[in-house]
């Protein structure tokens, strides 16, 4: 708490215009319509990620692969996005964020036609390398949103990916449910083909988005990046305290006012020594809570319940093919609609305790899903009871994640890691993000077949376990701060 208070000084002291205006901060409806135009490439990324769980059950009828080659194609698209998260950053920092979320949705439009045209695993595989591609851009959307979000509404709209991600999820589930009574040949290429329509929308609503106030800044527009301050933050007093915090950040002075020549970013070979191999306590200390973050929300095993719902479903006892796309869609509601607590609660309650209250919600949901597996397994016929449990469990696991640690994750990787490396900081937590995704979705069959489906959601609840603690004694609050301010109580810890 006093941390805290130290830090609202100090910003009130340097930046009183700033500090007033927060008090009583506007809603910046241009902002919420930036973030929801981005977000579109998070639905999108959802969507290609959900309709696997059901399309897998057709695409294995009709072009007769196995199992083994299911794991790797539902899973290997997360490995592939490493291609793109690695890159998204340098690609952002180079042509903006605006311009890279235009090339975001070529690349989505792409993938899913691919996608539906293969005739083998050969090009089935080739469809998701691109899918994957466009996956990992997504981390250039974690970074427009919270660098166009008022310091006050930006837990609310940061969130906006997340929802869109779910929205996405469920867009799936519901389009697995929808064409799974055509020919199985039909069936699963409509499920892909459909995610090349909203890649024309968001091409489209790229052209429209102001560009990242920051991101100006860094490049010297400095007269461009007061025009989109004023526009998303409602004042002109207001936008310009902000502006003079950034350019303090940025190295740039306040006597300059409309252009400026600043070191190119983007080609500054030291950024990639600053943020790995030498970097400053604070830096050092930032990466590390974000990375170890990030490792953590996915070896939680969320997708491994995203993409494999049908099959723990069926362990649980559900046998029909509609039953188990049923249930996944019920998955889909819960997931999307928590997603609303962190949305309006972030701003309000703060980040460290969402966080707490998810971790702990999912280690118990993880304990009864296998302790309900386990007693499931008993039986050649599981009781009605046994199977509610099983499904009561998932739901509690995926709506805990949603209410906390998957949008308040991202929401506080982005706004911790510092302006000048935040493209290339952002590009490494999401390919950790990506990585340990990949390898959950690629393993779950075979480590279930190896020690048993109960064990495996116990060994997902250990790590969860894990979290919580880490989530206690690692993570300062950042709820109110500006991105600035932020970096500056990093280094009072």
Known sequence: MEKAKESTSETTLRHPLLSSKLKNPPKSKYAFASAM???????????NIGVMSGAQIFIK????????????LAGSVHIYSLVGSLTAGWTSDCIGRRNTLLLTSIIYLLGPLITCAANNYFWLMVGRFVIGIAIGYMVVVRIYVAEVSPAATRGFLTALPEVAINA???FGYVSNFAFAYLPVRLSWRIMFALASVPPILLGFGAFSLPESPRWLVMKGQLGKAREVLTQ?????????????????KAGITREDTEVVSTQNYSQDKNIWTELIVTPTPVVCRIIITVLALQFLEQASGIDAVVLYSPRIFEKAGMTTTKELL???IIVGLTKTALILVPMFLSDRVGRRPLLLSSTAGMAGSLIMLGLGLQMAGDFVIAPTWIVAVCIMAVLSYVGFFSAGLGPVTMAYSSETIPLKLRAQGMGL????????C?????????IYEEISIPCTFYMYAVIIGFAFVFVYFCLPETRGKSLEEIEVLFGKR
């Open 168 to 170: 996405g999820l469920l």
């Open 61 to 72: 009828d009709d072009l007769k692969i196995s199992d083994v080659q299911i794991e790797i």
């Open 326 to 328: 049923g249930a996944t």
């Open 438 to 446: 990949g390898v959950v979705a690629m393993t779950f069959i075979s």
């Open 232 to 248: 998303i933050s409602g004042s002109r007093e207001e936008a310009e305290a902000q502006l003079i915090e950034i350019k303090e």
């Open 429 to 436: 937590a999401i390919a950790v993000n990506r990585l340990v």
């Open 37 to 47: 135009i981005a977000s579109v490439a998070s639905l999108l990324a959802g969507y």
